[in-house]
């Protein structure tokens, strides 16, 4: 007498096909089924739109969690913002100008030259995302001081509200978080994917953890609660030494890869992003307990912003010329040259 498991199961495939399947074989087809549709979701995560919503939708959740104050709302907050000189973000964005048009005209050279060749060198394309990742940085840095510089109220701010007399009503500038949002992504797939060659899976990780302990440490301005603001502070140092921890394992597989490859080349560009995010971080800390004015955290976190900014661009220009020379070299040596052997004539005597 046949188990009850092994009672045929009956599948339609359609009205003139029909197929007797046992039970055991039909419940080991779905679960393979079930198990090679699992990865789905995580292979989603390793796109760039899924990083880009599940930013937002963190974003969005968070924010109305908190619902703080615009800083047009609260006098106090007004005030301090209008202490604050702006001359500084007026010289950072002329400068930022200059960098901006300078590589916007690089990458139009390089494309108009290399149109040609895209068609026979796919490789070519590739090439030039660096630099197209690189104009959206600095036009995105260059907007964010220019707010700062044309605004004439602080809409681009937000009032803190974290329980302290001395703390409450200072401004917190949302738009430096949007930025940090925007760029700093950018920043690690310039650092992870085309600096260090690493996969689009090692670079998720890292990034949405980025991108969550800045979402957090915005949110701690707004915890009215001691100890619930230490905590969330504690977990974005937590976030962001892991996240670190990830970059630096790029360091080691590319050098596992790349045994004669130097510290100061192309590693170069992850180190100093960890060192500067540790600094903001540092900084951060210190505006939390009031160690630091609001002036000198915006400061600060001005000079950060560039100076990433430009490491990136100065270790590209060095790597768009050693990727170019790579390319050339591995023409030369792939294309097959044919040599013919004749004999040389003797040149005629030319009478003078």
Same mark, same amino acid.
């Given at each position: 007498m046949p188990h009850e498991f092994d009672a045929p199961r009956t599948i339609f495939g359609s009205a003139q096909s029909v197929q007797v399947v046992p039970e055991a074989e039909f419940l080991e087809e779905v679960e393979v089924r079930v198990v090679k549709s699992s990865p789905l979701?995580?292979?989603?995560?390793?796109?760039?739109?899924a990083w880009v919503a599940i930013t937002m939708i963190l974003a969005l959740i968070v924010y109305a969690s908190v619902r703080p104050e615009w800083c047009t709302?609260?006098?106090?907050?007004?005030?301090?913002?209008?202490?604050?000189?702006?001359? %500084?973000?007026?010289?950072?964005? &002329?400068a930022l100008c200059a960098v901006l048009l300078h590589e916007i005209a690089c990458l139009c050279l390089a494309c108009r030259a290399a149109n040609s060749a895209m068609r026979i060198i796919h490789s070519i394309r590739e090439t030039l995302l660096p630099s197209v990742f690189l104009c959206v940085s600095f036009l995105v840095l260059f907007f964010e001081n220019i707010v700062f510089v044309i605004g004439t109220s602080p809409w681009h701010a937000h009032s803190m509200r974290v329980g302290d007399r001395k703390l409450d009503g200072e401004p917190v500038y949302t738009v430096i978080y949007v930025e940090w949002l925007v760029n700093v992504p950018i920043l690690l797939i310039l650092a992870g994917k085309y600096a260090l060659s690493r996969p689009t899976a090692e670079i998720a990780r890292p !990034? !949405?953890?980025?991108?969550? %302990?800045?979402? !957090?440490?915005?949110?701690?301005?707004?915890?009215?609660?001691?100890?619930?603001?230490?905590?969330?502070?504690?977990?974005?140092?937590?976030? %962001?030494?892991? &996240? &670190?921890?990830?970059?630096?394992?790029?360091?080691?597989?590319?050098? &596992?890869?790349?045994?004669?490859?130097k510290l100061f080349g192309r590693p170069f560009l992850s180190m100093s992003l960890i060192v500067i995010f540790g600094i903001c971080g540092m900084v951060y800390l210190c505006r939390q307990y009031g160690a630091l004015s609001t002036s000198t955290e915006k400061m600060c976190f001005m000079v950060m912003d560039t100076s990433s900014k430009l490491l990136a661009s100065m270790a590209f220009a060095g790597l768009r010329s050693s990727q170019y020379h790579n390319m050339l070299l591995r023409m030369a040596v792939n294309t097959n040259t044919v040599f013919q052997r004749q004999l040389r004539e003797e040149e005629p005597l030319m009478d003078w």
């Open positions: 979701l995580t292979t989603r995560l390793h796109e760039p739109c709302d609260v006098e106090r907050c007004t005030a301090a913002r209008a202490d604050i000189p702006y001359i %500084y973000h007026a010289c950072t964005a &002329s !990034l !949405l953890v980025t991108n969550a %302990y800045i979402i !957090l440490a915005w949110t701690a301005h707004f915890i009215p609660s001691s100890a619930g603001r230490m905590a969330t502070v504690a977990a974005c140092f937590a976030m %962001y030494a892991w &996240s &670190s921890y990830d970059m630096i394992r790029w360091v080691t597989r590319f050098h &596992s890869d790349h045994p004669d490859a």
